[in-house]
Antibody
Framework: QVQLVESGGGVVQPGRSLRLSCAASGFTFSNYAMHWVRQAPGEGLEWVAFIWYDGSNEYYADSVKGRFTISRDNSKNTLYLQMNSLRVEDTAVYYC?????????????WGQGTLVTVSS | EIVLTQSPATLSLSPGERATLSCRASQSVSSYLAWYQQKPGQAPRLLIYDASNRATGIPARFSGSGSGTDFTLTISSLEPEDFAVYYCQQRSNWPLFGPGTKVNIK
């Protein structure tokens, strides 16, 4: 069965960096586009970033453009999110999600999420 | 930039009742709209995509309709496990979610 397991969250000071990972299993990872979606405490869902199945294209929400980098290692079935220059408003649960549809901008499987808290 | 509005913000119903949730886009998104269910402490789950197609494993009591700017998610008869927050999401350009509708037990 499809499984996505995020890791790497934690408490970090403003301005610092953090890297999230998402380990995928149960499907051919290299055939699917992937996304990061976040949810601030008590708030709704916000799409963060997208990467094509082969890593050839990446796209970002305006709120993270220039600070976050999405990447993937298809040999390790792992998705990453490098987060630099973190801000208090980046505090959220970060989900990785598999892309679905043509183009793959829906999300058909989600991980359980990892909490990132940006606080001094 | 497209904006999604969901109404009502909260819906209080009893098990067995029919739930009708609305999602309105500020400009046409064609049929490129999905619905997700999220329960407390859980990740969202895809229910409906392309406005009216049920995702794999989703019960038939969930149905979606609409096109252009006005969309509806209908739950024909609420089961206890259906009380949750429901989000719509458009993919006409980049993914964008609505603010959600919370379905409460009355």
């Amino acid at each position: 069965q499809v499984q996505l397991v995020e890791s790497g969250g934690g408490v970090v000071q403003p301005g610092r960096s953090l890297r999230l990972s998402c380990a995928a299993s149960g499907f051919t990872f290299s055939n699917y586009a992937m996304h990061w979606v976040r949810q601030a405490p008590g708030e709704g869902l916000e799409w963060v970033a997208f990467i094509w199945y082969d890593g050839s294209n990446e796209y970002y929400a305006d709120s993270v453009k220039g600070r976050f980098t999405i990447s993937r290692d298809n040999s390790k079935n792992t998705l990453y999110l490098q987060m630099n220059s973190l801000r208090v408003e980046d505090t959220a649960v970060y989900y990785c999600a598999r892309g679905f549809g043509v183009p793959p901008y829906y999300f058909d499987y989600w991980g359980q999420g990892t909490l990132v808290t940006v606080s001094s | 930039e497209i904006v999604l509005t969901q109404s009502p913000a909260t819906l209080s119903l009893s098990p067995g009742e029919r739930a009708t949730l609305s999602c309105r886009a500020s400009q046409s998104v064609s049929s490129y709209l999905a619905w997700y269910q999220q329960k407390p402490g859980q990740a969202p789950r895809l229910l409906i995509y392309d406005a009216s197609n049920r995702a794999t494993g989703i019960p038939a009591r969930f149905s979606g309709s609409g096109s252009g700017t006005d969309f509806t998610l209908t739950i024909s008869s609420l089961e206890p496990e259906d009380f949750a927050v429901y989000y719509c999401q458009q993919r006409s350009n980049w993914p964008l979610f609505g603010p959600g509708t919370k379905v409460n037990i009355k």
